[in-house]
């Protein structure tokens, strides 16, 4: 069978074999999305590439060991956000970057330690968010790829105090959420949410 035909889970099952070829097919499929996601955080070309490159190479050196509970794309989508935090640790960066990277480093760490924790969170901030009149939804989205208040009252053709109302409203509705489905963690959980969507 042609390998471009097989899903994401018989795709897998072949790397986890040691099937190079399977994991150069997942690089082709996936490399382009997960650059995208990196580059909305990093906003440099070079260190976005770096993150995705080690997040795939991690992925193939930690094949035979890795248990995979929800999709391989929202894994991976998972892995290369918190290697985009990684990244903010280990690195210098310049000044006004590095106390915004390290104070949403401290929310994550406290509350998130690994792939499925994180990807829990963004599994019930996706399933909330889907619930949202289209305007929420569409501001939240917006907001979690970095797009400044201004550009987005531009795009949809909003006042800048419009939308930053919308934005209350998204994390006034996150709060009540998560407060039922975390009541020991969801204060954390708010204020990593207040830090990304009011940046």
């Known amino acids: 069978m042609n390998l471009t035909d097989l899903s994401d889970e018989k795709l897998f099952l072949k790397i986890r074999e040691g099937n190079a070829a399977a994991f150069d097919m997942l690089f082709n499929r996936y490399w382009e999305k997960l650059y ?13 590439q770096d993150v995705v490159q080690e997040v795939l190479v991690r992925f193939w050196n930690n094949r035979e060991k ?5 999709s391989l794309e929202m894994y991976l989508m ?10 903010f640790r280990s690195r210098k960066v310049r000044e006004r970057q590095l106390q915004e990277a390290l104070d949403r480093i401290n929310l994550l760490e ?3 330690h ?6 829990e969170l963004e599994q019930t901030l996706e399933a909330i ?52 489905k975390y009541p020991e963690k969801h204060l954390t959980y708010l204020a990593l949410l207040i830090t990304l969507l009011n940046k």
């Open 78 to 87: 998972g892995a290369v956000r918190l290697q985009v935090i990684d990244h």
């Open 110 to 112: 406290s509350s998130i």
């Open 129 to 180: 968010v889907n619930e949202m009149p289209a305007m929420l939804k569409s501001i939240y989205l917006m907001r979690s790829e970095n797009m400044s208040v201004k550009e987005i009252a531009s795009k949809l053709g909003l006042a800048d105090q419009t939308v930053k109302n919308y934005i209350s409203e998204v994390l006034r509705r996150l709060r009540i959420a998560l407060q039922e």
């Open 36 to 48: 995208r996601i990196a580059y909305a955080r990093l906003k440099d070309t070079d260190d976005a």
């Open 114 to 119: 690994d792939v499925a924790d994180y990807l």
């Open 66 to 70: 890795t248990e995979i509970k929800t």
